[in-house]
């Protein structure tokens, strides 16, 4: 079964420092989305992506958080000058159909910001 | 703009015990409604969806929801809950346009005990 997949699973990094966390969804679908979960926290929506460019993005999805697909198949989050509080479990989804598609989910990278 | 509302941070149920989780939505269209399941340390996985027609949806793990409109509700349930149904479940709402994102309740952490 076509899953999406997320590397790394765990990235531990120091305050300020550059992350990027990456995903290859599955491989026919167009929508793709990054989600933030605080531990213990609801699920937030940060930004989607379609046709090469953010569809739309959250009020989280300030200018240290970019997104790029650099070629037909990764789709990465960059997160500049990272701080405390970006320590989550990031979620990767992407999905077929724009709007009655179902969302799927990578299994998560988990930053963890020092 | 959507929002989902899960009123119930904890639920505890005995094993074999129906389960009901409460979902309400707020949205100015026919929702798209979800609900996906997290067990820990892993990504969320499709429950059920509603998009149209029978009020009344059946999901995987024998998990079925109910559609009210009239109480901007999707309540989940199943009949008789097994120890591996423990995990935190997640409603969430479908929009129609823009980055056609999904948003998520808070979530409710389902305990099971023997």
């Known amino acids: 079964e076509p899953e999406v997949t997320q590397t790394p699973s765990h990235q531990v990094t120091q305050m300020g420092q550059e992350v990027i966390l990456r995903c290859v969804p599955i491989?026919?679908?167009?929508?793709f989305y990054w989600y933030r979960q605080i531990l213990g926290q609801k699920v937030e929506f940060l930004v989607s992506?379609?046709?090469?460019?953010?569809?739309?993005k959250s009020e989280i999805f300030d200018d240290q958080f970019s997104v790029e697909r650099p070629d037909g198949s990764n789709f990465t989050l960059k997160i500049r000058s990272t701080k405390l509080e970006d320590s989550a479990m990031y979620f990767c989804?992407?999905?077929?159909?724009?709007?009655?598609?179902?969302?799927?989910f990578g299994e998560g990278s988990r930053l963890t910001v020092l | 703009a959507q929002s989902v509302t899960q009123p119930d941070i904890h639920i505890t149920v005995s094993e074999g015990a129906s389960l009901e989780l409460r979902c309400n939505y707020s949205?100015?269209?026919?929702?798209?409604l979800f609900w996906y399941v997290q067990s820990p340390g892993q990504g969320l996985q499709l429950l059920l969806k509603?998009?149209?027609?029978?009020?009344l949806v059946q999901g995987i793990k024998g998990f079925e929801a109910e559609f009210k409109r009239s109480q901007s509700s999707f309540n989940l349930r199943k009949p008789s809950v097994h120890w591996s149904d423990a995990a935190e479940y997640f409603c969430?709402?479908?929009?129609?346009?823009?980055?056609?994102?999904?948003?998520f309740g808070a979530g409710t952490r389902l305990f099971v005990k023997a």
């Open positions: 491989s026919n679908h167009l929508y």
């Open positions: 509603y998009f149209s027609g029978d009020t």
């Open positions: 969430a709402v479908g929009a129609h346009t823009g980055g056609f994102k999904t948003i």
């Open positions: 949205y100015g269209a026919t929702p798209y």
């Open positions: 989804a992407s999905k077929s159909k724009p709007n009655t598609g179902e969302l799927f």
């Open positions: 992506f379609y046709n090469n460019e953010i569809s739309e």
